[in-house]
């Protein structure tokens, strides 16, 4: 089973810029579809970014633009640099795979199966 490992939460004013990172280990199969999912308080999860092995990317329309997911396949890391961060981006962040759905640019982001045990991201005003 494919264990995920986040880090690089924090706290940060309005405006400023965080990079999160998840290991994928122990493997990364061939044909993976990753990606970010976040929770606020008293709010459902909700999918931030996807990205499959055939490069496909999609964001949920509230990051756009701000937001930058990628994968090392050679470290087996993925990431999520988020810039220009809002106090509504406030939640936890969970790295999340097995994508229920397609990857589509024009579409948010598909439900995941699994998740990491996630890490705080908190925005100042």
């Known amino acids: 089973q494919v264990q995920l490992v986040e880090s690089g939460g924090g706290s940060v004013e309005d405006g400023g810029s965080l990079r999160l990172s998840c290991a994928l280990t122990?493997?990364?199969?061939?044909?993976?579809?990753f990606g970010w999912a976040r929770q606020a308080p008293g709010k459902g999860r909700e999918g931030v970014a996807a990205?499959?092995?055939?490069?496909?990317?999609s964001y949920v329309d509230s990051v756009k633009g701000r937001f930058t997911i990628s994968i090392d396949n050679v470290k087996k890391i993925l990431y999520l640099q988020m810039n220009s961060l809002k106090p509504e981006d406030t939640a936890m962040y969970y790295c999340?795979?097995?994508?229920?759905?397609?990857?589509?640019?024009?579409?948010?982001?598909?439900?995941?199966?699994?998740w990491g045990q996630g890490t705080q991201v908190t925005v100042s005003s």
């Open positions: 122990p493997y990364m199969i061939n044909t993976y579809c």
């Open positions: 999340a795979g097995a994508c229920r759905g397609p990857v589509r640019s024009d579409s948010e982001p598909p439900d995941f199966g699994f």
């Open positions: 990205i499959d092995s055939e490069g496909m990317i």
